[in-house]
């Protein structure tokens, strides 16, 4: 049943077992209070207030409601006809709800007043208060609500240690984070620069996932690893006999990636007369087969990566000026491993779980001597370097700690100069450009069919925590390293978006 106020109101009534949405730019008010005279009073009260105001009469109705949506304020009477409002009080915090409580009670009933406190309560109401009174103390409420969204948000998208792939809570990383976050979901083509082994194709697939192309195919072409007589083939297809060896039509990484995102890493690579064909096809949007005669429109949005410096590139005439521009809308660097301050044990412990996991070793943690090594090395392969060296340690050996002399050359060396080995430190310097032993060096691969919406995997995730918890979500947040609000309001986001 809806109650509505007199008109012109902004307040809206409506009753818990019906529960409304609040509309845009209201707050949600759950009113709990099992005294209708008194609930249209209040009401009466907020009229030309910006809320949205749900009615529980029961505890019961309470608590349903508070599954169904969570409030921004919970105005709490104590005395309910089936349960004690503080347990409704203490169900709040142990859930860790996003809201704020404000409790009723009448004279007499201070002491309760101070226990729901204790118990967590932002403020509270002695009856019989009146407009004044309660519109104060509504407005308290729904800033501090306000205020600790944006700490919240904050930490959620300023504080990460882990996003879209990338493992790391430096500085630097927090503004690719930050760049990949506003630049997903638009069309602009984006430009990746970086040293070898920073993590360059797995920022293309965090840009592609942050898009609304994240359904759709994410295709990748490493302009160095194709012969250049094969490389127009590979990007832009072929008909049957369109050259020697060419037995059937083949659609090539544009047309495979209509409506999604093309990848092509070592841009630099590419031939300057395939460059020229690259620069017609992001002017006009035609794409058209080695040896066909009819063009077809596609729409993808490029991505493309380097270890070079494009500039000098463009000075040197291996890279077309203009192509260039063209690529170069949103440029995103990647820092190299030895400037992201702490993030190289983080990433280092998390390679160790990882492949402790894969290959059913005990290994849990480094050795301070170890962790030294890790810390202090330069890095010259970055990311890809360290995953390689982590590995060669889980392979080899067998141990919950990792110890320095565990270390693949040249991390040992260079904690101990003068080793058994004989190596001087001069020597230790030359053999900090080899390569770790045991490099892995398979490729992941993804099938587009097996791409889906970042949300709806998203949602899969919490949902199935939640259930693996029997309904405890600050349990289900603290298992997927989340804060329990960000569940609350990742659920209630999903709302819209089902329904869109």
């Not at 240690?161 to 638009?186: H, W």
């Not at 702490?342 to 412990?349: K, N």
């Not at 032993?437 to 791409?451: M, N, V």
């Not at 970042?454 to 259930?467: D, H, P, R, T, Y």
Request: aromatic share 6%; charged share 25%.
């Amino acid at each position: 049943m809806r109650i509505d106020t007199p008109d012109q109101q902004n307040t809206t009534i409506t009753m818990a077992a019906q529960p409304e949405r609040a509309a845009s730019g209201k707050s949600l008010i759950l009113l709990v209070e099992d005294t209708p005279s008194l609930a249209q009073l209040y009401a009466e009260y907020v009229k030309r207030e910006p809320y949205a105001l749900t009615v529980a009469e029961t505890g019961q109705a309470a608590r349903d409601a508070l599954s169904r949506r969570v409030p921004t304020v919970v105005l709490l009477d104590l005395q309910l006809p089936d349960m004690n409002g503080l347990d409704i009080l203490r169900h709040i915090r142990t859930q860790q709800m996003p809201t704020e409580v404000i409790v009723m009670t009448a004279h007499g009933s201070i002491s309760v007043a101070v226990e729901a406190m204790r118990h967590g309560a932002f403020d509270f109401l002695i009856k019989p208060f009146n407009a004044e009174r309660l519109i104060v103390t509504l407005r308290n409420a729904v800033e501090r609500r306000r205020l600790a969204t944006i700490v919240d948000t904050y930490r959620e998208e300023f504080d990460r240690d882990q996003y879209c792939g990338f493992v790391g809570a430096s500085l630097p990383m927090q503004a690719v984070y930050r760049i990949i976050e506003s630049a997903g979901p638009s069309k602009a083509t984006i430009f990746v620069t970086g040293e070898s082994g920073t993590g360059k194709e797995v920022c293309a697939e965090a840009i592609h996932r942050r898009s609304p192309r994240a359904a759709k195919p994410f295709i990748a072409v490493n302009c160095a690893a194709i012969p250049r007589e094969l490389m127009e083939s590979e990007i832009f297809g072929h008909v049957k006999g369109a050259f020697t060896g060419a037995t059937s039509d083949h659609d090539g990484a544009v047309l495979q990636a209509n409506s999604g995102t093309l990848f092509l890493d070592e841009i630099c690579e590419m031939d300057l007369n395939l460059q020229a064909k690259l620069l017609r096809f992001l002017q006009t949007g035609e794409v058209q087969k080695v040896g066909g005669t009819r063009p077809a429109m596609v729409d993808v949005r490029i991505v493309c990566a380097t270890n070079r410096d494009p500039l000098a590139e463009v000075k040197a005439g291996r890279f077309r000026e203009d192509l260039f521009y063209r690529l170069h809308v949103i440029p995103i660097e990647l820092p190299p491993l030895r400037d992201r301050e702490t993030d190289v044990l983080l990433i280092a412990r998390h390679f160790l779980t990882r492949f402790a996991t894969e290959e059913k070793k005990p290994f849990k943690r480094f050795s301070s001597k170890a962790e030294a090594a890790i810390r202090t090395y330069s890095w010259p392969g970055n990311i890809r370097q360290l995953q390689n060296v982590i590995r060669n340690v889980v392979v080899l050996h067998n141990s919950e700690t990792v110890e320095l002399e565990m270390l693949p050359p040249p991390l040992g060396i260079i904690a101990q100069p003068e080793v058994a080995s004989g190596h001087t430190p001069a020597q230790s310097a030359e053999l900090s450009a080899i390569p770790p032993t045991r490099p892995d060096g398979a490729a992941r691969t993804q099938q587009p069919s097996e791409i889906r919406p970042l949300w709806k995997v998203e949602k899969e995730a919490i949902e199935s925590a939640i259930a693996a918890c029997e309904g405890n979500i600050p349990r289900a947040a603290a298992m997927l390293g989340i804060s329990p609000s960000t569940v609350y309001r990742k659920r209630q986001s999903w709302e819209g978006t089902e329904k869109v």
